[in-house]
């Protein structure tokens, strides 16, 4: 069967913990013991998910013991179509059979020819019409500070809104953009200022205490003000800057109404729109871009992770009139990265040819619906949300006191044991939002509806272990 037609097919059955299996249990082996004594302290992965890879095909790895694992973590979404897919394997290949230069900077090439072609007949026409493409060293955090880049140069403005929650990258620029301070504390002042943080529409803990229709239209009156009052204190900035559906943050995804109303907001002062599709972009949410949700056309698109079929690759694409920057006002060694450009166009024609955008919304609700039904045993899983194969459950402490909306708190404690018990049973999650307190999935876009219930079932069953051990 085929991607395309392994849709929903019928119901998923209620999960019944199983009383008995095998657990995996996890000792420090010597590859562990050398990276935990040789790399970085900041490394954040390997805390968490005590894992030493050797092998991966589709949604599965395997470790150095032998044991294997799904994984719902793919690259934090970088692996659309999973580990080792061939098309991507067949698009590798044929560049070094070709014998093609693997580094060219931005000299261009067939194969950068080819990638920029499918890149553009995936934008919405009234996009593509008009889109200019940077490509940008390897990563989306070099793609977001290119993009301010941009944005300030055409514009003549420096100052940049962006949004209580969101996630850009890393470096200075892009993580003056960041919500979370935890990463920001122990820097001080940033090198990158004049970032104005607005409220997101985080329906579930409204930031006005709303929720609904009414908080997003609260939302909406508040930017537009901030945007034409004289007395509001943040000067016209040159860009707003946002996810459609906030990853780290926890798996937020905007009001459709409220992004409608961003746009005509920032058209109407001649503010420039980012969306950052680094994580939600090429199918991940059901359509190919997150932003086409909404209708909307934005001025700026950050793309990475997917866009390189599990290579590194980074790229900015934007609207004509914003391409009044000067030759070299943006550059990276390696944005010329031909194996990426060659996977990446792979992962592009297989997305289509194979309606994944389809597929990736049946699983999606496959999976929400399995999710669903657990939260009727479980009153520890607040809030389950997302778009597509991008889907987040929020756990909470029942016993706590609620919120203005009535919902109670985060639980901290709590999704760090869910994510191990599912470790424990085969499953690679990772967790986000608040308080580290949202368990996420991140699935391959090519998981079957079989697979969609496997991983349910063990996420019921790790649930069940971890709120006994509260």
Known sequence: MSVATSLIEDQPARIVPTPAETLYQFNESPLLARQNQQ??????????????????????????????????????????????????IEAIRQVLSDELPLHTLDLTTPVKDQFVQDLFGLLPPALAAEAKIQFCGPTGTDAVEAALKLVRTATGRSTVLSFQGGYHGMSQGALSLMGSLGPKKPLGALLSSGVQFMPYPYDYRCPFGLGGAQGVQVNLNYLENLLNDPEAGVQLPAAVIVEVVQGEGGVIPADLDWLRGVRR???????????????????????????????IIPDVVVMSKAIGGSLPLAVVVYRDWLDTWLPGAHAGTFRGNQMAMAAGSAVMRYLVEHKVCEHATAMGERLSEHLRILQRDFPHMGDIRGRGLMLGVELVDP???????????????????????????????????????????????????????????????????ATASL
């Open 39 to 88: 790399e970085s302290n900041a490394r954040s992965y390997p805390r968490r998910i005590p894992l030493a890879l050797k092998r991966a095909k589709g949604i599965y790895v395997e470790d150095v013991e032998g044991r294997h694992f799904i994984d719902c973590l793919a690259g934090a979404g970088t692996l659309a179509l999973g580990h080792n897919h061939p098309v991507v």
């Open 265 to 295: 907001i920032t058209e109407k002062a001649g503010v420039a729109l980012i969306v950052d599709e680094i994580q939600s972009g090429f199918a991940r949410t059901g359509k190919m871009f997150a932003f086409e949700h909404a209708g």
């Open 399 to 465: 016993s706590g006191a609620p919120d203005a909306q009535g919902h109670a708190p985060i639980s901290a404690a709590l999704a760090p044991l869910v994510q191990r018990e599912c470790l424990k049973r085969g499953l690679i999650l990772e967790l986000g939002g608040r308080h580290g307190g949202v368990v996420r999935f991140l699935p391959p876009l090519v998981i079957t509806a079989a697979e969609i219930d496997q991983v349910a079932g063990i996420f019921g069953r790790a649930m069940t272990a």
